[in-house]
């Protein structure tokens, strides 16, 4: 067990274990860390880039439970020279990617940093939440979109590289229309923000469950994090009915597991962070 895995066990609440706290009222609230030399380096985006970056990432999290987001409050830490006309780069970069979500920025904090950190709280509504609990034997998992162009992309950058504006570790698309339409035939669900096989251990954790795999997954494919697709399982007998909503939604949808009491999941991916 990594010490990110081993320290949420310990603060043991029955609100965590999701991509966000679920409460009664049906208000989830999620909260997310991006920090810079941890998440970015300065050099590899713009201050638009890192504020769209950060707001996207965390809203990934409400849509991963079929939550509309709602409400956004904010902690940035920011160097001490900054300019005015930086700061407004980066208030504008949350302000366009709030208002693109129909989130209001209602509140937070700010303080004097030697670089640039930020953490997002988002306060979501859903009538039908998708938790990560739900697989049973026989249920098959599925992901959305294109696995493994993040990590191809942050290897570049880490060699010096450029990567265009539209590329996946800037540009993230999320499947907020996809999970809505399809929250019926769904049993499970989350965001792959850590990579697939490492989210995967996530599943087979909480629901006590192994995987047969159906296809290949290539390691650099299995643990590319910061994806922002979707993570999936079903019953089977909604395979069509999905198939046809992922071509309604123009969503790729690429059917790789089965889920078996029979054989143990063992994750081959590092921890990203830890």
């Known amino acids: ?14 609100h965590i274990g999701d991509d966000g706290a679920l409460m009664g009222d049906g208000y989830v609230y999620s ?8 998440h970015f380096k300065r050099e590899w985006l713009t201050l638009y880039d890192i ?14 439970m079929n939550a509309i987001p709602k409400y956004a409050l904010l902690a940035v830490a920011m160097p001490k020279h900054f300019t005015k006309q930086e700061a407004q780069e980066l208030s504008r ?34 009538k039908k939440p998708l938790l990560r ?29 450029k990567i265009h504006k539209k590329s996946k570790f800037i540009n993230i698309t999320l499947r907020q229309k996809f999970i809505a339409n399809s929250i019926r035939f769904l049993k499970s669900g989350m965001d792959i923000s850590d990579g697939l096989l490492s989210d995967l251990e996530k599943l087979a954790n909480v ?16 643990c590319s994090g910061e994806e922002y697709e979707m993570l999936i399982a079903f019953d089977r007998r ?18 790789f597991a089965q889920a078996t009491k029979q054989k143990r999941y063992i994750n081959r991916c590092k921890a990203h962070h830890f």
């Open 1 to 14: 067990m990594n010490l990110e895995n081993y320290f949420i066990q310990t603060l043991k609440n029955s």
């Open 31 to 38: 909260k997310d860390a991006f920090f810079e030399n941890v």
């Open 51 to 64: 504020a769209k970056k950060a707001m996207v990432v965390n809203i990934s999290d409400a849509i991963a």
């Open 93 to 126: 970069g949350f302000y366009e990617t709030a208002k693109e979500y129909n989130v209001e920025i209602i509140g937070g904090d700010t303080l004097s940093n030697t670089k640039v950190d930020i953490s997002v709280t988002i306060i979501s509504k859903t």
């Open 133 to 161: 609990k739900g697989i049973k034997e026989g249920y098959l998992l599925a992901y959305t979109g294109e696995l493994g162009r993040s990590k191809k992309e942050l290897q570049k950058l880490f060699r010096g590289g």
């Open 207 to 222: 629901n006590k469950i192994g995987f047969r795999f159906l296809t290949k997954i290539e390691k650099n494919v299995g």
């Open 238 to 255: 909604n395979k069509k009915a999905l198939l046809r909503h992922s071509k309604q939604t123009r969503t790729p949808l690429h059917i």
